[in-house]
């Protein structure tokens, strides 16, 4: 380990209660902040943070070496309008406080900290994990499109800048970002997710189907509309067209009154459920194993963890064109964005053919065996490690 200061940068909420501990909804965990020990012994991390009472669903962040420093605000336009001088103070202690940065991106705090960075020659390693036009765009209303658009795009010019000049770049997929996003300084690639696996049924019989509903099923938060969920509710008026009886289950937290007006103006009101939130780990893989089809059809990704754990328990999925996914499954299991249509037809393959549920899950536990933890995480390490004599080399001069 390195006795380094590193200043860790990302836009995530973290959760904070009332004795001072903080916690995550599970996308930055303890297990992640141990990858930069190959670079630093101190990690100081800037980030949002919310207060709640209740912490009974999130993981708790115990790590000793751990610092947050939350800025004030919540809001993009309360970070940096209403409390621009307490965001550029706390960024400037940060910085100097520091000698090397950790950009998780895409990110409003990390694009000013970049700057920041730069302007003191503070050397910064990057973490891509998705693409910023793509993911603001998405979760925009149409009548604030065209402004928002402009926006989006200069997110998108900027971070494409950061990531060209970064000594070093990490990027969650093998080839999507990449193109989109280059690097001239080392670059490695390592999906953002890492599991712990274990094989499960893959016999032929496991993949008959009940005599009931085919349950359907698809992970993610739906304070957005990301994910689809909307796509995936009017998947199933095109399945009932077809005599193919379906059941949406959904798992995330979210406001689910617009995607259960929806489903009554379909007629599918009685085939959604939401299924709230689940711990990580077990209790999510039980919940996946009561699934026949799991579904992403998002409309913008990095690599998707969920879509990932449900390979990983050899069930059929389908998925949107968009991020990482194709590289994931194979290009018949591959839907546009947007489009209901063809998410029922792949639904309906799946379903009327045995065998095709069975070699897509055979398949996709394959595939999945990739993301092991043993093997992302030794690909990590050897780039922290890289990132670290990278950093000694520049301080030596």
């Given at each position: ?326 590289e994931l499954l194979p290009e018949r299991w591959i839907i546009s964005k947007d489009s209901p249509e063809e998410l029922a037809e792949k ?18 536990f394959l595939t999945s065996t990739e993301y092991s933890k043993e093997r992302l995480s030794q690909k990590r390490a050897q780039f922290w ?13």
């Open positions: 380990m390195s006795g380094r200061k590193a200043l860790y940068v990302h836009d995530h909420v973290f959760i904070k209660d009332h004795e001072g501990n903080y916690y995550s909804e599970g996308k930055i965990t303890d297990s992640v902040f141990e990858r930069y020990e190959a670079c630093c012994s101190e990690l100081h991390v800037l980030s949002r943070c919310r207060y709640t009472p209740s912490t009974e669903s999130y993981s708790r962040i115990t790590k000793k070496n751990v610092y947050f420093h939350p800025v004030k605000g919540l809001s993009f336009s309360k970070i940096f309008s209403t409390n621009l001088i307490s965001t550029t103070k706390k960024v400037l202690y940060l910085i100097k406080k520091t000698e090397l940065v950790i950009i998780r991106m895409p990110s409003f705090l990390g694009l000013f900290t970049y700057l920041t960075a730069r302007a003191y020659g503070r050397p910064y390693f990057i973490e891509l994990v998705g693409n910023p036009k793509e993911a603001i765009i998405t979760s925009t209303p149409k009548k604030h499109f065209g402004l928002v658009k402009l926006f989006a795009t200069l997110m998108e010019k900027s971070t494409q800048s950061a990531v060209l000049n970064a000594p070093g770049v990490i990027y969650v997929t093998r080839k999507n970002l990449q193109e989109k996003f280059p690097a001239r300084g080392f670059t490695s690639s390592a999906s953002n997710v890492e599991l712990t696996i274990e094989k499960p049924d893959l016999s032929y019989e496991r993949y008959k189907l009940p005599k009931e509903a085919i349950r359907i099923g698809i992970i993610g938060s739906f304070k957005n509309n990301y994910k689809g969920i909307d796509t995936a509710i009017a998947s199933l008026a095109k399945l009932n067209e077809k005599k193919i009886k379906c059941h949406l289950l959904i798992l995330g937290a979210g406001n689910t009154v617009p995607y259960l007006d929806l489903a009554n103006s379909l007629g599918v009101r009685s085939q959604v459920f939401f299924d709230g939130i689940r711990q990580g780990g077990k209790e999510v893989y039980s919940w996946l194993d009561t699934l026949d089809i799991y579904i992403q059809p998002s409309r913008t990704e990095g690599l998707p963890r969920s879509l990932i754990e449900a390979m990983s328990r050899g069930i059929p999925c389908v998925g949107s064109n968009v991020g990482g996914i194709p639904i309906s393959d799946l379903a009327i053919s045995h065998t095709e549920r069975y070699n897509s899950g055979c398949e996709n490690l890289e990132a670290h004599n990278h950093m000694e080399g520049l301080l030596k001069k």
